[in-house]
């Protein structure tokens, strides 16, 4: 028996597979009865039992089949399969369902069609998250365009209002919006908007109950209850709103509520969480903008008091036009530039009564930056009237009304005093790092001389872990701490008898013990002392390791300072390369062989890495010459 010219027992084979797929599948021969079916098609259709069905046709089973067999037909007469078909299907059980379907002609060998071969996705799931998104979408760009509508404002509060609850409903993110506006001292009601209902309508609503739930004193002014609830209640809404919930959020910034918004959710969309934070961000977007309407006319009643500013203020202030024409300038400008009168300037050019031919060019780009609206914040240096220079900071701010520039404000500060005092402390900072350098070299110097064998091994260790800091991308600080760390990191060895030190056989326990102590003999002291950088504490764990097997405080991993843990590793590398008291140096083979094989458990990782790079690239060969060539 033949089935499109598949024989029996391979199409036994392949069912068998496909009776276990997740995905449906189902055969129709030419005449659009059901050949066969898998088990995923009969569950998830709802269907009868498989030998109930066989050879029945499509609208037997499925209401609303009458596309389906059209499909059918359009695939056995052109022989070309239709691909990717959404639709939304009703099973017999009633439920609604998502469905992508593609449908593929089954062939013949002559390349006739024997019927169509149907392959069924179920995206319910994935279509309500493609929903909910596009909602979200929705409400996020509402949003953004009532922020675009804050910023542009100009004609006051009702308008915006107005626009607010346009925006959201014409975008279709709500059925309806009301904005409830309180006096912010009293919670008297002052006016309402709406695009959907009269005032009349709005106010009949708002009983003094109704008002104090959407007001009340929860944690985030979120409030979304049912309509069927609100009736229950007492408060009366229109009819239209039955089956839906109504969400609002007090309108508040700082301690002022200006009021609330609310908003009837579309039937059949549940709130999101996500949801509710746009909205809730919504709120707080319309009571600053409130804010900022109720400060623009407290800007407007303190018109005096800047004017009065203008004249006292102790930095040099100009107001100019927008082409660099001076208007107005206080006493104070003229006072830094030696003017005698704001007369001598009124009229001219502020660029050429402040700057020489050197900074002329610089003077004008920032005007003109100004002039395009642009605020501009520059250190820079400016002539006086006698052509002595000084140091200034200008700030440039333009000033717009409606939209329109109307001037600038040129604001000078005379700041040679504070450039003086910046020089002399970067002086002073030079010589005191050069100081500090100095007195660790010293440091460094001394505690040698009582351990022939370590002479230089300090500033060998020094020099390598300061290319690894570099080579790790530490911050300058931070290399300095590294390298003046590692230049005394052996200091404490001044409190181990030299005998010990310099000892040509092994060390006993109690002599290995006290030369354990060198790393807290050295934090002893160096503690004290006020370094830029904590040398102390470096040099106290330069003998711990990541697994905790180091002394003297047994540190694992991250609590080891990083400075710390790179001297570590120069460390090792630079002992192991030297002659010991009691031992000829192994050479810079094994030390390195050391240090990989502790990488991650005894040592940092990123610090070996760095030290073999650099060997590698033969940076600090040169700092180990003397003692392995």
Known sequence: MFLGGIRVWDMETLLILIDSSPFMVLFKDRQGR????NQSFIKEMDLPPREEILGKHTQDLLPESKDLCREDREVVARGEPLLGL??????????????????????????????VAVFIRDVTEQREAQRKLERLNRVLEAVLDVNQLMVREKLGRNHLLNEICGILVKGQCYESVWIILLDPQTGYLLDVFSLTE??????????????????MDSKDGFSAIKYEDLLRKGWQLPKRYTGKVLISSRLEHGKKTYGVICASLPRNV???????????????DIAYALHKLDDRDELRREKIFWEKLFNVSPEGVVLCAP???????????????????????????????????????????FTEAAARGERVSVESVRQRVDG????????????????????????????????????????NIATLSHVWRQTIELIASVSELRDPYTAGHQKRVAGLAKFMAMKMELSPKSVDAVEMASLVHDVGKIKVPAEILSKPGPLDEVEYLLVKTHPQAGYNLLKDIDFPWPVAEIVLQHHERLDGSGYPQGLKGKEILQEARIIAVADVVEAMASDRPYRKALGIEAALKEIKRGRGTLYDEEAVDACLALFEEGLVIPLFEKVIF
């Open 34 to 37: 059901w050949i066969w079916m």
């Open 86 to 115: 959404l639709r939304k299907v009703t099973l017999p059980s009633g439920r609604k369902r998502w469905h992508l379907t593609d449908k593929i002609p089954i062939k013949t060998p002559g390349n006739g069609v024997a019927g």
């Open 198 to 215: 009269t005032k009349a309508e709005i106010k009949r609503c708002l009983s003094p109950q109704f008002v104090s739930h959407l007001t």
């Open 270 to 284: 549940e709130l999101e969480i996500k949801e509710k934070d746009l909205f809730l961000t919504l709120a707080n």
């Open 388 to 427: 002595t220079l000084i140091d200034v900071s200008i700030l440039g701010i333009p000033i717009k009304i409606d939209e329109n520039l109307a001037g600038i404000y040129a604001i000078y500060r005379d700041i040679t005093d504070k450039k003086m005092y910046e020089r002399a402390m970067k002086e």
């Open 323 to 365: 082409d660099g024409r001076v208007l107005r300038v206080n006493n104070a400008f003229c006072h830094i530039f030696r003017f005698s009168s704001p007369e001598e300037v009124i009229g001219k050019n502020i660029d050429s009564i402040v700057a020489d031919e050197i900074t002329f060019e610089e003077a004008r780009s």
